[in-house]
């Protein structure tokens, strides 16, 4: 059984920071897949970052040059580094991970992970 636990998320003004971070309890395998999605009410669920058991990353075209996902084996955390902050970042983000490593990408464009964070609000406004 693995648990999610997501810290983070608040308010910032437009050009703020926020960090985001997720920690994977219980039994993970290590060669595992892991990212980050936001969903607006009235809207589907995007991945927004992904990274994969190689550390090999992938974002999206309204996230790219802004955010960062990094993932930390040692302690099964992983973090989202949101610089730039737009209002349109306004969101619920959930981090998610899934074991299905050979799968990773797909997966990540299905928004198919197998384990979930609860979510976190980010708003961006004045």
């Known amino acids: 059984q693995v648990a999610v636990v997501q810290c983070g998320g608040g308010s910032a003004h437009p050009g703020g920071t926020m960090r985001l971070s997720c920690a994977f309890s219980?039994?993970?395998?290590?060669?595992?897949?892991m990212g980050w999605f936001r969903q607006v009410p009235g809207e589907k669920r995007e991945g927004i970052a992904l990274?994969?058991?190689?550390?090999?990353?992938i974002y999206a075209d309204s996230v790219k040059g802004r955010f960062t996902i990094s993932h930390y084996n040692a302690d099964n955390k992983i973090y989202l580094q949101m610089d730039n902050l737009k209002p349109e970042d306004t969101a619920m983000y959930y981090c998610?991970?899934?074991?299905?490593?050979?799968?990773?990408?797909?997966?990540?464009?299905?928004?198919?992970?197998?384990?979930w964070g609860q979510g976190t609000q980010v708003t961006v406004s004045n």
């Open positions: 990274i994969d058991d190689d550390g090999n990353t």
């Open positions: 219980g039994y993970l395998d290590p060669r595992v897949c």
């Open positions: 998610a991970a899934d074991t299905e490593f050979i799968y990773c990408k797909e997966k990540y464009e299905r928004i198919d992970f197998g384990f």
